[in-house]
């Protein structure tokens, strides 16, 4: 009989201890009393209630949310209309199409956050919440329109000839069939979207005005100032609140399936 190798195994362990070890430290060094983290000062939830009355990080994590939220509709809609339009009409210039899609993919981000800075300013538009949010649209259509055209390789033309065979129109046909088909690619890239944009520091810090400080801006300069226990405290709350959805988004995904199989 062949014995099987601990190998893998083993090597599976390390990279999960090298994962989320320091993600276990900062939870840790949140109930630390000691400011430095550098020693254990006891058991303390004073971070805590500093954090929640702390008003700059919660005027940031507004200002994050509103811009995620305009952020990811308009990406949303503009990268389904573009995925759409690059699966149906072929032609010389689709390859140049794909190239402009793909372009903030691979652009570093300084890159983009400077050109960006550049044109407002030549535009002389005023620095802030705006411009932040045109600024994230601009990386996150490409990521909206790659996820959809990925849900768009496996369609099936044959049914919307189907349906206009029928005598539906083409906007009944799009929304009755092409839309519920394609919606699982829609809420994946507006997602993903949502968690780039509320993630994103280095295009935002170059296009924030005064009074548009997000929460990684407001995170980078409490770093500065050394208030590394209340930089521990709001990252633990919002690793829990991400382990609380995935929670719920898989306990949908299970009922959904039970509903299906039923």
Not at 155 to 168: K, M, P, T, V
Request: with cysteine.
């Amino acid at each position: 009989m062949i014995k099987k190798s601990k190998i893998p195994g083993i090597l599976t362990w390390l990279v999960l201890l090298f994962f989320y070890l320091p993600i276990l430290l900062l939870v840790v060094n949140s109930f630390n009393a000691s400011r430095t983290g550098g020693n254990w000062g006891g058991f303390t939830l004073k971070w805590y209630a500093q954090l929640f009355t702390a008003r700059e990080i919660w005027n940031a994590l507004i200002n994050s949310l509103l811009v995620a939220f305009f952020a990811t509709l308009i990406s949303t809609l503009l990268g389904t209309t573009a995925a759409i339009a690059l699966h149906r009409y072929k032609g010389k210039l689709q390859n140049m199409h794909y190239c402009l899609v793909y372009v903030p993919l691979v652009v570093p981000e300084i890159l983009l956050g400077i050109s960006l800075l550049l044109f407002f300013v030549a535009l002389q538009v005023e620095l802030g919440l705006p411009t932040m949010i045109m600024a994230h649209v601009t990386f996150c259509v490409s990521y909206v329109a790659m996820a959809v055209l990925a849900r768009l390789q496996d369609f099936d033309q044959a049914l919307l000839e189907a349906s206009r065979d029928l005598g539906a129109n083409t906007w009944y046909t799009t929304r009755k069939v092409l839309l519920p088909i394609i919606f699982p690619g829609i809420v994946a890239g507006g997602l993903l979207a949502f968690t780039l944009s509320i993630d994103d520091f280095v295009i935002s810090f170059f296009v924030a005005g005064p009074g548009s400080t997000t929460l990684p801006i407001q995170i980078y300069s409490m770093i500065r100032r050394g208030s590394m226990p209340l930089i521990n405290a709001l990252s633990s709350i919002l690793l829990a609140v991400t382990f609380l959805i995935i929670l719920v988004i898989q306990w949908i995904s299970k009922n959904q399936e039970k509903k299906e199989k039923t």
